[in-house]
């Protein structure tokens, strides 16, 4: 895993422009803690199919990446680091100060499995 490249980003993700993508999206700020705390959100989403139109990645690392579908928009803010490892799928990842991940976005034009 390596610091995103926002150029490299917005490039890779121009590739799935007018493509139907399958996306895996969580989010977690200590929900796995959640029941001896009792403070903390997170989100999961896994295979949502929609047919991306373009995307956008803003800001400054910590980073924010807009897909705009058919349907409407996603978004994730936060995003640190990509995993260059898989040539089919983007692979998004936020991190904290602690090295704890916080957000995943991914896109893939085939079901994650």
């Given at each position: 895993?390596?610091?995103?490249?926002?150029d490299q980003l917005q490039e890779s993700l121009s590739q799935y422009f007018n493509h139907e993508i399958y996306v895996h999206f969580e989010m977690t700020n200590g929900a796995y803690a959640a029941?001896?705390?009792g403070k903390?959100?997170?989100g999961y989403v896994r295979n949502a199919k929609a047919k991306m139109m373009?995307?956008?990645v803003t800001g400054e690392s910590p980073f924010r990446v807009g897909l705009k579908t058919s349907d409407g928009w996603l978004y994730a803010d936060?995003?640190?680091h990509i995993d260059q490892t898989f040539n089919e799928a983007i692979l998004l990842y936020g991190f904290d100060?602690?090295?704890k991940m916080q957000?995943?976005?991914q896109i893939s034009t085939t079901p994650f499995e």
């Open positions: 895993m390596i610091e995103i490249n926002k029941y001896r705390h903390a959100a997170s373009e995307g956008k936060g995003l640190t100060d602690d090295g957000i995943a976005l």
